[in-house]
């Protein structure tokens, strides 16, 4: 555990490189510290270059002390553990739209023991929906990485209809907070790398609609990537329903790239709807989403079976949503999988 501890504060921000020429220089010291002379025969320009350092800007007497040995081979113990120790990461990639999304930047292969969990669903949309093998598929590989969420460190990265990523995260919930979010830049980036720690400001605006109607369902639509107007939701019936539309009014692929403002705007987004299904009485939430996979898998695990009503999570094609996710309910209940009115045409 201490190791871990180390390794996640240290590791993450230095390159393993670095980690290397920390080693070749404490060696170096500690070398001098016993034998002065010895370095200052030896002509490979590295060593050498250190070995000049370490004479010249450290007296005599504190290079040749015990205490001084002492400090510099602990921390050549601590630098060769962190050199060599790799926490263990069990990585899904999750992907039902298309197989060739790419990987995860070759850091994290050199940070972490991945534990590769492919979830590769491309086949299983034959009929444009999923069927219940795939869900129940889903709901298994998601328990098996919320298991390994208290002992090991998670990470989800892919390319999937937009369900089943939220209903992942739902099923990961609060057992998996700390898994590691990756997404690929759409210009500039080949791979996958982790979300950033960095602010950016970023947030989204809020529009409520038919704030008088009697109803006990509501449509909520989240638009940072692409705009989700009401047209798009016609097959939804929301003459008949209460409407939050949360937008960023400013549309990119890459709008979210950083944790703290995944983790601003689903607050922001929980905090609105979850007030106004107590102001309500709302019994049933209808979620349209056109964001990062990223932002939806976050926002999955957001949400509970405690303290929300039931979720229905759609799949938008050709300019309208045929299809959704009931993530509440098991694989195996008729109603997991709800159509609306587009498929009737």
């Not at 002065?36 to 030896?42: E, P």
């Not at 039902?96 to 491309?122: C, M, R």
């Not at 739902?170 to 950033?196: I, P, Q």
Request: proline content about 3%.
């Amino acid at each position: 555990m201490l190791l871990k501890i180390i390794y996640d504060h240290l590791t993450m921000k230095v390159h393993k490189k670095t980690y290397l020429k920390w080693f070749v220089s404490l060696i170096v010291i500690i070398v001098v510290s016993f034998c002065t002379d010895l370095l200052g025969i030896i002509k490979v320009k590295v060593i050498t270059d250190i070995y000049e350092k370490v004479v010249d800007s450290i007296p005599y007497d504190i290079l040749v002390s015990l205490w001084f040995r002492i400090i510099v081979a602990t921390l050549i113990i601590i630098t060769l553990i962190l050199l060599v120790y790799k926490p263990k990461l069990y990585l899904c990639r999750h992907t039902s739209l298309f197989p060739n999304i790419g990987d995860v930047d070759e850091y994290y292969k050199e940070h972490y023991w991945i534990k590769a969990i492919e979830l590769d669903q491309t086949s299983d949309f034959s009929e444009s929906y999923p069927d219940k093998a795939s869900i129940k598929h889903l709901d298994e590989v998601a328990l098996q990485l919320s298991n390994n969420t208290p002992k090991s460190r998670c990470g989800y990265y892919g390319i999937a209809h937009t369900p089943m990523i939220f209903r992942f995260g739902f099923k990961m919930g609060d057992s998996g907070r700390n898994v590691m979010l990756f997404h690929k830049l759409r210009h500039g980036e080949v791979n996958f790398n982790e979300l950033s720690d960095v602010p950016d400001g970023k947030g989204v605006y809020v529009f409520e609609k038919n704030k008088s109607i009697k109803s006990d369902e509501l449509i909520v639509s989240i638009a940072t990537s692409a705009q989700i107007n009401e047209q798009n939701l016609v097959d939804l019936d929301p003459k008949n329903k209460h409407i939050i539309m949360f937008d960023s009014l400013n549309y990119d692929v890459d709008y979210i790239t950083s944790k703290v403002t995944i983790q601003y705007i689903k607050d922001s987004i929980l905090t609105y709807v979850r007030m106004r299904v107590k102001e309500y009485g709302i019994q049933k939430l209808h979620i349209v989403i056109a964001s990062s996979v990223a932002f939806t898998f976050a926002l999955g695990q957001s949400f509970s079976n405690q303290m929300d009503p039931q979720i229905v999570v759609y799949h938008y094609a050709n300019g309208t949503y045929y299809w959704g996710i009931c993530v509440n309910k098991d694989y195996d209940d008729p109603k997991c999988i709800e159509f609306t009115s587009a498929c009737d045409n």
